[in-house]
Each structure stands twice: as structure tokens, then as C-alpha cells.
């Protein structure tokens, strides 16, 4: 009947090649389904293959067959010719390795856990155009890690209000002024008055303390009013911005990642809406495969999880993407090789629920080398946001002095009062 030309895509000899894009997924067959026409299905749909058998098939077109290489249990791995992908397209490979195969009816459940990019792909892409170092070198911060905050509550302030918060936190030791993700340019706080009052902060700020501050300002919009905030950004002297790389689109972040060169400036990357399709371990995408598409798309930061705070992050999970994120080769149990060649790393955020009294877990975890956001663990600070700042560089300078918090605290009131409201909890 035709249909039984899915176990052609299957073939367990097979040894891929320095050119095949390797990916794993988790699969699970509907009812009467074996795995292995099930991996045969996702290998046919996400490559040459339909439902049936094809009278314009030559064997020229069989080379560029996706093969089902391996598989254990519910996870196979599945090999892809390089010529199956248009170099330096995000959307493109996505929609391959991603697309139709999420729809089809032989499967019950289907996960992309991860992927393996060629040396010939990776070089297609820009990459950071700052990466850690280049934005360490912005802010002159060399030896501690970069603390950020979003002025609490994250929408609803105007933009006088915004401002003024924005200034208690930079000089009470914060690095970089935050936007959330969904603060754009709502009336109450439009985009164009908020950049201008934050960055007179900003430049207050650096003045009265003598460190380098920035703002990671929300151009998330349709391209061109997202290209024309960016613009926007470089014209009031600030060297960042902000893209909600998953609702906005890959395609959007290109677009915005072929301008950074020229304007100067660093992308920050929050992941909002990455939990809709990573959050069930069997169905959907892995925040894996999103950090590695944005190191490849050429993001500066990325948040990946603090393991301790509010939001669902595994400790095996974030410890992975902070190494695929910030290794020149990067290898580690249960995910895909990959060697990123001359692309720069790029910075991991932390962010979610933290205030000081566990910023010292955040850091035996995941190391000094990340910016630390802080929200709410700086703004429920007693007396407010500038103490709150206070609080977390002081929490932050002790851990690297080897200090306990609670000895730190003896001289800190800031730190002190903070230890007092929140101790050493872990929001649920």
C-alpha cells in the first residue's frame, strides 16, 4: 500500500558523517505503532519522505534520505545531510527539524531533546558579537559577576517612577537595568520617554559611583519598530537590548543580530514562552536546543535557570546549558557533542526568585561567571531598592572572599535586614 517505505529511513549501520546534523528525540508511538516506523516517520516527514511511496523518488534524491541511526528504548537518534539546510537559517532548520514531525498521528509523543551542528553549518552563523568577555569589557567588570535587576513591580510604573527606581538600584551597586518581557511601550511607560529618563539614570549613576552601568531595554515589536528601538538604544549612548527571542520570532533575531555589529550593541535574551513547549519532559523542544540556536543566532546573555529559585529548572539541565553555552567544545552525559568553533560564548543568566541569602548556592552551582538577576530579592528589600542592591553585592563580594553571609551581615545592615525577611529559603 505503499506506507511500509518508512523503515527505508531507518538504518541502524549507519555512522554519520562530519557533515550530517545529528538529532535526538524522545519518542513515543500511538498504539500499534513499533518504534521503529515511528523514529522511520520523523526521520521521512523531517527530510525527503511523505506518507507514501514516490513514483518521482531517483536515486540521487535517496542521498539526501535522513537516517534513524540508533535507538534505545524511546529515544533515537537521526542523521541529516548538510544539504537538507539552508546555511544561516535559524527558521529554515527549525522547520525541518521541528515542523510537521510534531503534528503527525503515529505518534502519541514527540520530543526534540537536542542537536549536533556541523562545523560547515556553525560557520554560517554570526555568534555573539560581544560574548562574556566583550561584555564584561562594557562594564568593566572583570572578577565578580554582573548583577541585574527589573524594577519591581515590572509593568505599571510610569516612567518617572520607572526611572527613579531604576537609579536607586544602580547606585546602590547594580550593573544593568532590566526591562521585563512584558514591558514594550504601553501608554503608561512608552519606549521612547522610558529610554531617555532611564538613560539619565543611567549616566547620574555612573558618575556619583564610578562604575560603567547599562539597560537592557525591551525592543521586542514587529522588525522594523523592533530595528528602529534598537536604533533608538545606540543614539542615547547605551550598548544593549533586549529581545524576547521566543515571541518574537528567530527570524526576528537574526534580523536584529545583523545590525548589532554596526549600532555597537549587545543582545540580552529572555527566553519568555520557552516553558509552553519545554516544560513536559515528553513532548515538545528542550531549552537545550533553544540556547544552542541562540548561541548560533549571536545573542551576549541568555537566561538558563538558578536550579534554587522560583521557576522550574533542573540542576543537571541548567549546569548543561551553562557549559553548552560557554564552552568552545562542549560535551556532557545525555546530550548531543558540539563544537562551536570561532563562535564566542555567550554570558548565562540566573534569574527567577533569587534574593542574598541564596545567591551563594546560585554561585556554588553555576560559578562567578554569570550575570545574577535579582528582582524581588532586591526590591522587598525593607528599605527599598537601593539597600536591596547593597544587600546583593555584599552578598555577592562575600561568597568570593569566602565569607559566611551571616558574618558579612555583623557589618552590612543592608545584607542584614535582607537575611532577616527572607533567611535561606528557596521560593516554592
Known amino acids: ?44 516527514e523531517s527530510s ?30 537521526i542523521a541529516y545531510p548538510k544539504e537538507l539546510f539552508e546555511a544561516g537559517s535559524i527558521p529554515q532548520i527549525l522547520s525541518s527539524i521541528a515542523g ?38 562594557i562594564l568593566g567588570v572583570r572578577d565578580r559577576p554582573i548583577v541585574a535587576t527589573v524594577p519591581k513591580p515590572k ?47 543611567v549616566k547620574r549613576a555612573e558618575q556619583e559611583t564610578g562604575e560603567k552601568k547599562g539597560y537592557l531595554v525591551n525592543v521586542t515589536a514587529p522588525c522594523s519598530d523592533m530595528l528602529r528601538r534598537a536604533r533608538l ?25 545583523a545590525h548589532t555589529e554596526e549600532l555597537g550593541l549587545a543582545i540580552h535574551a529572555h527566553r519568555a514562552f520557552h516553558a509552553a513547549f519545554d516544560r513536559l519532559e515528553d513532548h515538545g523542544m528542550s531549552m537545550m536546543v533553544v540556547a544552542k540556536l541562540a548561541r548560533l543566532a549571536g545573542v551576549d546573555h541568555i537566561h538558563i535557570g538558578t536550579v534554587v529559585g522560583k521557576l522550574v529548572s533542573p540542576r543537571e539541565e541548567v549546569v548543561a546549558l551553562r557549559d553548552a553555552l560557554t564552552s568552545r567544545e562542549f560535551g556532557a552525559d545525555g546530550w548531543l557533542p558540539q563544537d562551536w568553533g570561532s563562535l564566542k560564548p555567550v554570558f548565562p543568566v540566573s534569574s527567577g526568585g533569587l534574593h542574598p541569602g541564596i545567591l551563594p548556592d546560585v554561585l556554588d552551582i553555576l560559578g562567578p561567571n554569570i550575570i545574577v538577576q535579582v528582582g524581588g530579592g532586591i526590591w522587598g528589600h525593607p528599605r527599598g531598592g537601593r539597600a536591596g542592591a547593597v544587600a546583593v553585592r555584599e552578598a555577592i563580594d562575600a561568597y568570593l572572599k569566602g565569607e559566611s553571609l551571616e558574618d558579612r551581615a555583623r557589618e552590612s545592615k543592608e545584607l542584614r535586614e535582607a537575611l532577616e525577611k527572607w533567611g535561606r529559603s528557596r521560593p516554592e
Open 1 to 44: 500500500m505503499g506506507f511500509e517505505w518508512y523503515t527505508d529511513f531507518v538504518d541502524l549501520g549507519h555512522e554519520p558523517g562530519p557533515d550530517e546534523l545529528v538529532a535526538l528525540f524522545r519518542i513515543e508511538p500511538s498504539e500499534g505503532i513499533s518504534m521503529e516506523e515511528a523514529a522511520g516517520r520523523v526521520a521521512s
Open 48 to 77: 525527503i519522505g511523505t506518507w507514501t511511496t514516490l513514483s518521482t523518488m531517483t536515486p540521487e534524491l535517496r542521498s539526501l534520505m535522513a537516517r534513524v541511526f540508533r535507538i534505545e528504548g524511546k529515544l533515537a537518534w
Open 100 to 137: 510537521n514531525v510534531f503534528g503527525m498521528k503515529a505518534l502519541r509523543r514527540l520530543r526534540l531533546i537536542d542537536f549536533s551542528m556541523p562545523p560547515s553549518l556553525v560557520s554560517s552563523f554570526p555568534g555573539p558579537a560581544f560574548g562574556i568577555d566583550g561584555v564584561r569589557a
Open 155 to 201: 509593568v505599571g510604573m510610569d516612567t518617572d517612577t520607572f526611572a527613579r527606581n531604576a537609579y536607586e538600584a544602580l547606585v546602590g551597586g547594580v550593573d544593568l537595568i532590566k526591562d521585563d518581557e512584558n514591558l514594550t511601550s504601553q501608554n503608561f511607560n512608552p519606549f521612547e520617554r522610558r529610554i531617555l529618563k532611564v538613560m539619565e539614570a
Open 233 to 257: 538604544s545606540r543614539e542615547f549612548d547605551n550598548s544593549f537590548v533586549m529581545l524576547d527571542i521566543l515571541t518574537a520570532g528567530f527570524s526576528a533575531l537574526q534580523e536584529l543580530r
